[in-house]
């Protein structure tokens, strides 16, 4: 061989190399939040992907009935990866403060969210003058399925609206009317017709299918059988969106897994832990939940660590964001789970945005901004040491 082609071929090899070294790295499957629950049947694994083509790839434009006013052209644009959305695409509505009066203004056709987009030829929308309006930035979606099946009696096991064990936390399910093309949970404890809402930052969705209807229609733009009317004419649509991919979307949300922890055994960690639960952190973040019965059997009766009540609780003024949903006071807020929020800043550009409009960049600062119900936590962790203080952000970083 000679020397040329010697030189050639050491060449290609040094690229090769290079390129290995300076590629990026595949992600750990913990670092991810995307992926179908372990044990799906093989018919329940096509219908995930369906639902995660729907969910992740599938993108509106014009032709396929995007707008003309909107939020999003995807799912995705919203859920980057599963994960929390970033403030670029946030939600605005505006609606009014008083639960005596009707408890959201609209347009006059029902609708109090902004489409704050829209195709060539029209106006995006904006807030109208004194309206009070709030800010919403999109949750991670990982996990639902399991959360949606945890039995109405344990969400009520850990109800105490009156507070009558006098610890400060007066958590409430919200009841309400669900839809009528809702299916009530098997094991359901009503009050009347009304039943526990769980879904959406002020617990305003029954399930994952009134959920994604809703977000198909007022994030997008996109009529379907269940909600036919065009956010911006007002008029009943033909739908473009069939209802096998909108139950294909409900049954990818349903089985996605549930975010894994990490670095369980770093011994600050494990002292955080223990700080969390001394600060009553877990009084509103319950650890540990336990599903009941579910057609799906991956979902079947299993324990998961959400960290979550799936309750309202009364936040205080600075959260306070002036706007009802459903039976919910201006102040209350559904306990949002904290597993995966130490993965936040993959879907949110690098840098982490908590709360519901997403105006905290750390979980010191949404700790910091806790009140209500939860301000005898943040006196505790305020009396923290910064060692002690480390400990307990180090924790719910590894959930």
């Avoid at 670092?31 to 995930?48: M, W």
């Avoid at 434009?61 to 999003?72: A, D, Y």
């Avoid at 969400?155 to 009317?177: K, M, T, V, W």
Wanted: hydrophobic share 35%; proline share 7%; glycine share 10%.
């Amino acid at each position: 061989m000679s020397k040329s082609l010697y030189l050639f071929f050491g060449l290609s090899l040094i690229t090769l190399i290079g390129c290995e070294n300076f590629g990026p790295e595949e992600p750990m499957e913990f670092e991810l939040l995307d992926g179908p629950l372990d044990g799906l049947s093989i018919s329940e694994q096509k219908r995930f992907l369906a639902g995660d083509i729907a969910f992740n790839d599938d993108v509106f434009t014009i032709e396929k009935g995007l707008g003309p006013i909107f939020v999003g052209t995807s799912c995705a644009s919203c859920h980057s990866g599963d994960g929390k959305g970033h403030p670029f695409n946030q939600l605005i509505r505006f609606g009014d403060n008083d639960l005596t009066i009707p408890s959201m203004l609209s347009f006059g056709d029902g609708r109090n969210q902004i489409q704050n987009k829209a195709i060539p030829g029209f106006e995006p929308e904006s807030v109208p003058d004194g309206f009070p309006f709030t800010i919403l930035v999109a949750p991670a979606v990982t996990g639902l399925g399991l959360l949606d099946a945890v039995p109405d009696a344990d969400i009520l096991a850990l109800a105490d609206p009156f507070d009558e064990d006098q610890d400060g936390i007066s958590g409430r399910p919200h009841y309400n009317l669900p839809p009528e093309f809702s299916e009530i949970r098997e094991n359901s404890i009503p009050q009347g017709n009304n039943y526990i809402f769980r879904f959406g930052k002020k617990a305003g969705s029954y399930d994952l299918l009134q959920q994604t209807i809703g977000a198909y229609n007022q994030d997008i733009g996109i009529t379907s059988l269940y909600d036919p009317i065009d956010p911006f004419s007002g008029l009943e649509e033909d739908p473009e969106i069939s209802t096998q991919t909108l139950n294909d979307v409900v049954f990818y949300l349903k089985t996605l897994k549930a975010p894994i922890p990490r670095n369980q055994t770093d011994p600050d960690v494990m002292a955080g832990k223990e700080l969390f639960e001394s600060a009553q952190c877990a009084a509103c973040h319950t650890p540990t939940l336990t599903t009941g019965f579910s057609h799906i059997e991956s979902l079947s009766f299993k324990e998961f660590h959400p960290y979550t009540d799936l309750l309202l609780h009364n936040m205080g003024p600075e959260l306070d964001d002036g706007f009802t949903e459903g039976n919910v006071e201006t102040s209350e807020w559904r306990t949002p789970p904290l597993w995966g929020i130490g993965l936040s800043a993959n879907s949110q550009g690098g840098q982490i945005f908590l709360l519901h409009d997403g105006r905290a960049s750390s979980i010191e600062e949404a700790i910091e901004m806790h009140g209500g119900e939860a301000n005898n936590s943040k006196d505790r962790y305020s009396s923290l040491t910064p060692k002690e203080k480390s400990q307990l952000l180090k924790f719910i970083n590894s959930l």
